[in-house]
T-cell receptor, first 111, second 114 residues
């Protein structure tokens, strides 16, 4: 049973515009959320995280929003750049370092 | 480069066989994690080791086993392989000193079972 879901397998965005990647989760015990980025032939790399005590966390062009009541988080990338083209995974944790990952969204930023 | 190395990069084998995947964590990291990514699936957590001992277990099949050695490298053993075991297997590491640590992933081993 997939506890973390990314319902959009792919997304295309024009360079300079906003990219919004979405993620839903089912386990109300999750209290820590992360986004990882993955380029082809490489392992995932950590991008940004958020604790459930916050509803927003920003790091440069990347902002993660958390809506606990809707069990939904999103990653905003503004402005999008061609180098952002990658697969983005969201992940969640209820305790310790055991993370549950979504299936990923492939982002293509068109120059 | 995350500092985590995995060998081999690719592995092709037949059903019923046994393979061993190897992972060397980042220098200084005590925790090692194994994940499986099948087609159209997210990364499924398999197992975590901390300083040689099993720390957490996820959706790991009984045909699979892992261990972490005194030099902190880890091996994932897959036996009685089935077609459905074809997947990308990732290893990750973290310092192991706290909770909610960033995990640093290796490039993965792509396993194809024919």
């Amino acid at each position: 049973d997939q506890q973390v879901k990314q319902n959009s397998p792919s997304l295309s965005v024009q360079e300079g515009r906003i990219s919004i990647l979405n993620c839903d989760y089912t386990n109300s015990m999750f209290d820590y959320f992360l986004w990882y980025k993955k380029y082809p032939a490489e392992g995932p790399t950590f991008l940004i995280s958020i604790s459930s005590i916050k509803d927003k966390n920003e790091d440069g062009r990347f902002t993660v929003f958390l809506n606990k009541s809707a069990k939904h988080l999103s990653l905003h990338i503004v402005p999008s750049q061609p180098g952002d083209s990658a697969v983005y995974f969201c992940a969640a944790s209820a305790f310790g370092n055991q993370f549950y990952f979504g299936t990923g969204t492939s982002l293509t930023v068109i120059p | 480069d995350s500092g985590v190395t995995q060998t081999p990069k690719h592995l092709i084998t037949a059903t019923g066989q046994r393979v061993t995947l190897r992972c060397s964590p980042r220098s200084g990291d005590l925790s090692v994690y194994w994940y499986q990514q099948s087609l159209d699936q997210g990364l499924q957590f398999l197992i975590q080791y901390y300083n040689g001992e099993e720390r957490a277990k996820g959706n790991i099949l009984e045909r699979f086993s892992a261990q972490q050695f005194p030099d902190l490298h880890s091996e994932l053993n897959l036996s009685s392989l089935e077609l459905g075991d074809s997947a990308l297997y990732f290893c990750a590491s973290s310092p192991g000193t706290g909770e909610r640590e960033t995990q640093y992933f290796g490039p993965g081993t792509r396993l194809l079972v024919l």
